[in-house]
């Protein structure tokens, strides 16, 4: 069964920047298109970025300009770097293919 392995997040002062990585055990990026969501406790999870299998990027409007989305083919690899980083960031973030679900990442910001 496909795996999504995700790394980064942390601590980070507003304004600044963070790299999550979300990696596959399998190709299924070009098969399957991925998803970025993030949830705070006592919300709902909200998507907030997508990547088509050709590798087109997408983001809600809430998040443009500062989330980027980019994939590493060789690697099995989608990152999603966030920069200018806001205090209502912080939560914890997921990444979605398939209906497979990386184990989340925390990101927090704060000063």
């Known amino acids: 069964q496909v795996r999504l392995v995700q790394s980064g997040g942390g601590l980070v002062q507003p304004g600044g920047s963070l790299r999550l990585s979300c990696t596959a055990s399998?190709?299924?990026?070009?098969?399957?298109?991925m998803h970025w969501y993030r949830q705070v406790p006592g919300r709902q999870r909200e998507l907030v970025a997508a990547m088509t299998t050709g590798g087109n990027p997408g983001y809600v409007d809430s998040v443009k300009g500062r989330f980027t989305l980019s994939r590493d083919n060789a690697q099995n690899t989608v990152y999603l770097q966030i920069d200018n980083l806001k205090f209502d960031y912080t939560a914890v973030y997921y990444c979605?293919?398939?209906?497979?679900w990386g184990q989340g990442t925390q990101v927090t910001v704060s000063a």
């Open positions: 399998e190709n299924i990026f070009s098969r399957e298109q």
């Open positions: 979605e293919c398939g209906d497979i």
